[in-house]
Structures are given as structure tokens and as C-alpha cells.
């Protein structure tokens, strides 16, 4: 087994319209390099000064009190069930459509994913979530999916009947609302990754998590890093975690640009659904006014199944880097075959895999890239 992405890296860079937009949002990247070099000469590599300049500005861009960085959205997710004291032998509730990370997130704190189907808008159904509450559930874990937030005035008034926390995984989500509320501050834990491809990134891995009770934030600081307090004393056995000085540079400097990031991929997002809801043989998301997507991705379900690979593979031929978020839904992952789970379990979670293509919708996709896109899906149904 080798590592499989720079083959992908190289592949990708074949697409005349491609989801990786790197090159373009850090063209200016010579800036950067200069802060760099202020770094490196006071030798600021781990927990530096821009990581603290990185946690203030969230703060104050999410409006939030409690906010700390970490090396991954996966860490932020694994870490805040840690805080919960998470251990082998409880249930988290979550969805089996999302990325390996949510799941990889839970078993790693040595719990045991329990899955709820979702609804037509990828997101946790909350009307089954109370069926799977057991003694041993000690966690939900909605995923904001694609940047719509799930519907968390339900899985809220659940969370406070049973008294069970909500991790919510926002690594698609920043900057997305419900009833005017930011992803991030509905549970005891909001999530978000800094992943190359999201909409807030750095160049590498990063991640940061928005914590809204006092005695779990003392906690989060001591878990990402050795649990350590000062160099010289450790208070409980923790994780090395730690946002790199380097990646929360590229953070600040990218953050300047996040809500022109936003405003474009929605401004596209509606561009889209403008002119793909003309076509018969596609199956749009339902928009709703209390609700702010963010668009990580711009997603459509094929009617017809049999065509969704053979679309695909029409846009592919085309240079348009379609791609399929995701194909297998996390319970028919060969990794999920301890849980017992099988194929039926979670019809719309499989319904949407089987159907769904993902379209790039990121602020650097031109008028005339949208219209390339458009023009062809609709030959597609139209002519072929």
C-alpha cells in the first residue's frame, strides 16, 4: 500500500474545471512567506503567537467565548468526545453519510458509532435519533453536510431531554446558519476542519473547536497538548494536537477573505440551482430562507440511477472535475463490518449515494466556467 494522493494531485490537475483552487486563492502566497520568515527567526514553531492571534479572531468572528486550535477537524471531533470522557463501551449517534473522519473521530475515542438515516437534504433525520438512544449513548454528532446546518432545534430539544451532549462535526460549516444561529454554537461542541479544500484552509491539516462551557475548555487546552500545564507538570495523559504556528499564519491571512469566500460560493451556489432546475432528470436540494448554506460543495442527485456514473463520466470527459461525495455510505464500509450493519439499513443515505455528483461551486468558478458546466449537463439529458 503507498500513498495514494500525489497520483491524485496529478490527475486532477488535468480538469479544466477543478475542485482544487489552491493555486489561484494563494497567489499572494509571497505575503505569507514573509510573516514566515518572522517565525522562523524567534523560532515559533509550536503554539506560537499566531495561534493565539488565530483563536482571538475566531472568537470574534463566530461570536463565541471559548475557542482552540488543534491539528485536525478529525482531533477536534475525537477531542471534544474526550472531553466528554467518551470511553470504550459508549454510543455516539451520528450519520453513516459523511466523511471516514466522523466515524474514524468516534472510534478513536473508543466509543461505538450508532447510525441514524438521513433526510433528503443529506442531514441527520432528528425524528429517528430518540429510537436509538440507549443507557450507553453518551453523545449525538450531526454533521453540518455540504454547509446546511441539520436541524438542530430538534436534535437540541433531545439533546436537553435526555441530557446527552451534542459534538456537532461543522467542518463543512463555517460561517452557515440556522434562524440567524452560526454552526458551531448550538452544541457543547462545534467542529471545524482547516483542510486544504474547506472554505476556511491553511496548507496542510488544522482544525479548531468553539467550546461553550468553561471547565471543558480548560480541559481541551491540557488534552492537545500532553496535558500539560507550564512546561514542567502534567495533569492528565493527553494528545499531541497542537495547530501549527505556520498553518495558523496562513489562517489569519486567509481569514481577512472569508466572508468574500462565502458571499461567492453562495452567489454561485444560486447560479446553479437557477439553471439546474430546469432540468427534469435532476434532483436539487430544497433551499429555505432560515437557513444559510455555506457550499463546500454544490451537490445534485440524478433521477435515474443507471445514468448518475455515466453522467459523471460524460463531465469527466469533458474536464469538469465532477466527483461523487461520497459512494459508500459509512455502514457498508469494510471498516464498519464489526457494527453488523447491512445493506437496507439506511435506504436514504444509500438512495442519495447511489444518485448524488458533486460539482465545484468554489469562489474562483468564473461566469463563463458556471455556464460551460450548465451547457453540458444539459446536453447530457437533452441530446444524448
Known sequence: MKNFLPTQY??????KIKHNYLSEQFSDYKSILKKFERIIKNNDFTLGIEVDKFENNIKKLLNQKYVVAVGSGTDALMLSLKCLGIK?????????YTFYAT???????????????????????PKLIEKKITKKTKAIMPVHW???ICEMKNISRISKKYKIPIV???????????????????GDFGCFSLHPLKNLNVWGDGGFVVIKKKENFRKMMLLRNHGLKGRNKNLLFGYNSRL?????????????????ITNSRIKNAIKFDKELKKIDGLILKKRSSNFKEVFHLYEFRVKNFRLRNK????????????????PVPMHLQPAAKIYKYKKGDFPNAEKIANSTISLPVHEYLNDNQLKYIVQKLKKFFYES
Open 88 to 96: 470504550e463501551g459508549d454510543e455516539v449517534i451520528t450519520t453513516p
Open 10 to 15: 496529478k490527475k486532477d490537475n488535468l480538469y
Open 146 to 148: 455540504s454547509g446546511k
Open 244 to 260: 501549527d504556528t505556520l498553518q495558523a499564519c496562513v489562517a489569519n491571512h486567509l481569514l481577512k477573505k472569508i466572508k468574500i
Open 168 to 186: 456537532e462535526d461543522a467542518c463543512h460549516g463555517i460561517l452557515a446558519s440556522y434562524n440567524n444561529k452560526l454552526a458551531g454554537s448550538f
Open 103 to 125: 466515524i474514524g473521530a468516534i472510534v478513536s475515542a473508543g466509543a461505538k458509532p450508532v447510525f441514524v438515516d438521513v433526510n433528503e437534504d443529506y442531514n441527520i433525520n
Open 311 to 326: 453522467l459523471l463520466n460524460y463531465l469527466i470527459k469533458h474536464k469538469i472535475d465532477a466527483k461523487i461525495h461520497y
